[in-house]
């Protein structure tokens, strides 16, 4: 980690020691987010809670907007206590000066999500900003070929094949950044049903199957990445 980075956590940690609870949280339960600092991870546990119900750890630069990070953890460790251990890395944005931190609590818990916000922060924390990627999409349209990603922007493709073969741009032209995003619109949508397979390591989505609607005929997406490469 650089000096300047670690300048930078020393301004967020001063922000943070004044996360909340957000407001729709149980009255009941009184709870407080506890936020511990060791120097490379950031450890959030939320105390005197009424053991019910999941949290979310969330995120934000302004308090105004928030992102949800990761699921809290009732850990043996801990004694059921909720919390998360996370490294700066996780955080949507890269060198961040300053920001927020709260805890929300839901009424129930949500697998796919839960795997979701996992696997994203496995990609954050992989760092990688400039990388080319296997991309295929099948369904009545087929295309493969691989888009190149330089400082988490797309700046160009190449197909290798597609079907039919005047079509010449892939059908989703995104970073992987984007590529959850897509993700996370057909949840936000309600889509009647949607699959992916995560990479364990780095945390993308290697295989993805979208149906929005049942009552819109041919409108499934299905799309893999077949390889990833960094770039220098």
Known sequence: MTRHHISGLFVVITVVLCAVLAPHARANANPSLRIKWTGDVFSFRVAGEDGL???????????????DLLFLVRGVEWGGVPGVDI???VLPVRNARSGLFRAVQLPRDDPFYRDYLAARARWRASGFSSYRYGFRWSTMIFWRGTINVVDDEVVSYERLEAMPPFFEEPPLYRTIDGLFDRIAEARANNAVEIRVTWDPQFGYPRSVFIDQSLLIADEEQFWTIESLEPMR
């Open 53 to 67: 119900g999941e949290w979310i750890l969330q995120h934000s630069l302004d308090g105004r907007e928030w992102g």
């Open 87 to 89: 490294v700066p890395a």
